[in-house]
């Protein structure tokens, strides 16, 4: 089969068949994808750039060694934690709050470990015991409640020049549908590239912060290296609880991606353990939390190539450009509209897998449990999304205790499933997933089993 017989046809999951220098234009695309979101989160807290740029590379490459290179996954920054960040280290005049930011990422660190507890637990009562919480009508409705709460942050983006953020989009829908060989699977690269260079021919770029970062620098910092305090400790660990939620929808995410069970194998608890000691690493080191990455799965969905090297080859420039601010800089210069453009694409296919998630598991919509539970977690997502508070926050102890409304979404959701009657769906570790009968269904079943003559009387 021909290099664009595959491409057209088929998923690309081993490619090394397409070549070294594809690869390498592949995990350029993918480092475009994370970059304006990842550099985002430090720009927020006062955390610095070099250093979550390498720990996003590094964090990303311990996940695949721990998932045994199985799972396609960019761990960027979260932005779950930013309300942690602003409690123990707010802002001073607009400016980082050097002296608390340490013990900020002391909370994160402790809050990875909390990946590792629960990973245990699932490990030892089992998949199919877990994700019993957690069929195709709670992961699907979360999948697409995913996609559409980021996209406000990409229609931000693009309202800052439609015309750049119009151009982005048109140039990736054209390369994607109509492209040709290479064309077709690097649809984002070409997309923000063309984009750039009608920004710079209308003089729409910003240049001058590339003259003013260092050429090359250490990522690292001792003053930025994690402290402990109780109360930092206490005030940013639940945030975990609510970022596991978001991690099970993200990973089912990635699974109905690639048509790949990566819950069962390599197991959800190799993929809490690898998301939680890529964020306590970078916490160590005064980096943000790190989380799987909606925007290299919407780039995924994009490409049709599944190939975790890909993503290793991402994660490796992501390291290199950590003692590189200058290249960073040329990179940061690209306009938000452009961002903009291309995450309206990437989010909206992150919703799309959802739906697709809940076609090819036959979710029965014409039943009201499940209307119920999808009307739930949506609403609660989006509705949680765009009020005041984005979330709900109460006191314990005297600290405050946020939930996203995605977590609030996937708490809804999980409660729902496990208390309303009719359950329809059984997962099962080996990958597959078989429909129940329920009811009176069964009684049927029975009844005509005991009905049936035996073989024994059937040989008379």
């Known amino acids: 089969m021909s290099e664009q017989k595959k491409i057209d046809s088929e998923p690309v999951r081993d490619a090394r068949t397409l070549g070294v220098p594809k690869m ?83 909370g994160v660190l402790v809050s990875g470990i909390v990946y ?33 709460t980021l996209a406000p942050s990409a229609i931000e983006n693009c309202q800052t020049d439609w015309l750049l953020a119009c151009i982005a989009m048109i140039l990736i829908i054209v390369c994607n549908i109509w492209g040709k060989g290479m064309i077709k699977i690097v649809p984002i ?14 003089g729409r770029v910003d240049f001058s912060a590339i003259s003013s970062s260092r050429i090359v620098d250490i990522p ?21 609880l609510a970022t596991v939620m978001e991690h099970i929808g993200d990973i089912s995410a990635i699974s109905a991606t690639t048509g790949e069970n990566y819950i069962a194998d390599p197991g ?16 160590l080191f005064g980096g943000p939390a790190n989380t799987t990455y909606g925007e290299n799965t919407g780039v995924l969905v994009l490409t049709k190539i599944y190939d975790p090297r890909v993503i290793r080859i991402a994660a490796i420039f992501s390291v290199a450009l950590s003692f590189f601010p200058g290249v960073s800089a040329v990179i940061a210069t690209v306009p938000t509209a452009i961002i903009g453009g ?15 998630n809940f076609v090819e598991n036959k979710v029965d919509l014409t039943k009201s449990r499940n209307v119920i539970i999808t009307a739930a977690i949506l609403g609660s ?14 006191n314990v102890l005297g600290t405050t205790i946020s939930f996203s409304g995605l977590a609030i979404a996937a708490i809804v959701g999980i409660l729902l499933n496990a208390v309303l009657p009719g359950k329809d769906y059984v997962f099962d570790a080996t990958g597959k997933a078989d429909e129940e009968v329920k009811g009176e269904t069964e009684k049927t079943v029975k009844t005509e089993k005991k009905d049936k003559p035996s073989k024994a009387k059937k040989k008379k």
């Open 381 to 394: 997502a989006i509705g949680f999304k765009f009020s005041a508070a984005q979330g709900i926050s109460f």
């Open 268 to 283: 959800l608890h190799r993929t809490l353990i690898g998301d939680g000691l890529a964020t306590s690493l970078s916490a």
């Open 116 to 148: 590792l507890l629960l990973a245990a637990l699932f490990k030892a009562f089992g998949v199919n015991r877990v994700m019993k919480f957690f069929p195709p009508v709670v992961t699907g409705s979360m999948i697409i409640a995913i996609g559409l």
């Open 342 to 356: 291309v995450s309206i694409i990437l989010y909206g296919m992150i919703s799309a897998i959802g739906i697709r």
């Open 189 to 202: 690269m070409i997309g923000i590239l063309g984009s750039y260079i009608v920004a710079v021919c209308l």
């Open 24 to 106: 390498i234009l592949l995990g350029m695309q993918h480092l475009f994808a994370m970059f304006g979101a990842t550099v985002l989160v430090p720009l927020l807290t006062g955390l610095d750039v070099s250093t979550t740029l390498l720990m996003a590379g590094l964090g990303t490459l311990l996940f695949h060694f721990i998932t045994k290179g199985k799972v396609p996954a960019f761990l960027g920054s979260s932005f779950a934690y930013l309300g942690g960040y602003a409690i123990v280290a707010p802002l001073v005049n607009g400016q980082p709050n050097k002296e608390m930011l340490p013990y900020a990422c002391g």
């Open 220 to 240: 690292i910092h001792a003053s930025a290296i994690a402290k402990f305090d109780a109360s930092a400790i206490i005030t940013i660990l639940p945030i975990a």
